[in-house]
């Protein structure tokens, strides 16, 4: 089931400085801090390690697709990959939404988390874990493309389970759990 997964072994250990370092050019998408600057791009700041390398790895393999990550993925080495993820998984999150949240979506959001047991996989506090990545304070647009993309099969999976996972919840539910999941403070 987790067969596209991919775990770093051996070689030198990851380098938070060189990881500073590497991330220059992602900062004007993903914030120097890895907190995201653009609605559409993820907030990388405290992600899992291995969730961070894996999706790496996956745009470096043409695995997974996107015209600004592909390219520069294209030529890290896995040392590199390596420096960036521990770099990111090592910052704070932050909040990216503003204002007080409407109560009616978030009830509506944490009923579909729960219907479709979200924590099961991305645990408690959904703060993720492993090779599953943390979903609270994502940028709401970022989380409505990603569930819609999962739904309708274009997004990348790295072992199918998100897309599996996908395919009950309906519109309405989507746009409810992205919009939770973005007013949620991001636990590190």
Known sequence: MLSGLIIPVGG??????????????????????????????????????????????????????????????????????QDIAAYFAAQKPVSTHGGEPDPQKMAAGKQALEKHRCAFCHGPGLAGRDHIPRLTGQPYAYLLKQLRGFKDQTSADIDGSMTEAAQPLSDEEIEALAYYLAHLSPVP
């Open 12 to 81: 030198k250990a990851a380098d938070l400085e060189a990881g500073r370092r590497k991330i220059e050019v992602c900062a004007p998408c993903h914030g120097l801090d890895g907190n995201s600057i653009a609605p559409e791009v993820p907030s990388l700041a405290g992600q899992p390690q291995l969730y961070l390398y894996n999706q790496l790895i996956q745009f470096r393999e043409g695995r997974r697709r996107n015209p600004l990550m592909s390219p520069f993925a294209a030529n890290l080495s896995d040392k590199d990959i």
